[in-house]
């Protein structure tokens, strides 16, 4: 069983932060400027992790992990990676994807395979919840989903950085 003393606090900021990352990329994905989409998927990704932890109730990691990542320490890390290398789109996507595959080298090292799959799938449940918060619409809101092309394709490059297949 994987808990946060198996961390250093360093390690720890990477795992909790991992799915308020994929979660801000994701809403970066689709912000065309709408207030009110952006404001759906601000709000998806506050209530995401409570939400999709109940899915993962017997995964160690993840409800160790839960009481920090909605903490107001990991929204900062929202800030604080908004902000990286400019907060240019592409560059908040390469850095997401970065942590992503740090987060899977370090999961693979501290954690049983189990708990750290389990983790990786939480993260990548989370980014699932908040693309599906707002439904797109392709043309006068005709054939729009609730995933968009660039939000599955973004959540399909977490979940390769993670090293696990996307469902």
């Known amino acids: 069983m994987t808990t946060?003393?198996?961390?250093?606090?360093?390690?720890?900021?990477?795992?909790?932060?991992?799915p308020w990352a994929v979660g801000l990329a994701v809403i970066l994905a689709e912000d065309q400027g709408r207030r009110r989409a952006t404001k759906k998927e601000l709000d998806?990704?506050?209530?995401?992790p409570v939400q999709v932890?109940?899915?993962?109730?017997?995964?160690?990691?993840?409800?160790?992990?839960?009481?920090?990542?909605v903490s107001h320490a990991a929204a900062e890390q929202v800030k604080a990676?908004?902000?990286?290398k400019g907060a240019v789109e592409q560059?908040?996507?390469?850095?997401?994807?970065?942590?992503?595959?740090?987060?899977?080298a370090l999961l693979h090292d501290k954690a049983p395979?189990?708990?750290?799959d389990g983790y990786k799938r939480f993260v990548v449940a989370i980014g699932d919840a908040v693309a599906g918060a707002f439904a797109d619409a392709e043309f006068l809101g005709i054939g729009g989903g609730t995933v968009s092309a660039r939000e599955r394709k973004l959540l399909s490059a977490v979940a390769d950085a993670l090293g696990i297949d996307a469902e």
């Open 53 to 69: 932890a109940a899915t993962f109730a017997g995964n160690a990691l993840v409800q160790a992990a839960l009481p920090d990542i």
């Open 91 to 104: 560059e908040i996507y390469t850095a997401t994807l970065d942590r992503c595959r740090r987060l899977a």
């Open 113 to 116: 395979y189990g708990e750290a």
């Open 81 to 84: 990676h908004s902000r990286e």
């Open 44 to 48: 998806a990704l506050a209530a995401a």
């Open 4 to 18: 946060k003393q198996d961390f250093t606090a360093d390690e720890w900021r990477l795992v909790t932060g991992a």
